[in-house]
């Protein structure tokens, strides 16, 4: 059987990495709620985009 390219053990290594980390943590705060915020603008203008035509 082939060596898996990813193992479990390093994926598990980067998420404690990232969220371990005061400095990489604050930084993917920022990240998640930018993309949160832009997720939800397109929820947004998908349900009540044509309410806001003029």
């Known amino acids: 059987m082939a ?3 990813i193992s479990l053990d390093s994926i598990k290594a ?7 980390d005061p400095a990489k943590w604050d930084h ?3 990240l998640l709620r ?3 915020i832009f997720a939800g603008s397109i929820v947004l203008m998908r349900q009540y985009g044509d309410m806001m035509g003029i």
């Not at 980067?14 to 371990?20: K, L, P, R």
């Open 3 to 5: 060596d898996k390219a």
């Open 14 to 20: 980067f998420w404690n990495s990232q969220i371990h």
């Open 28 to 30: 993917n705060v920022k």
């Open 34 to 36: 930018a993309v949160g």
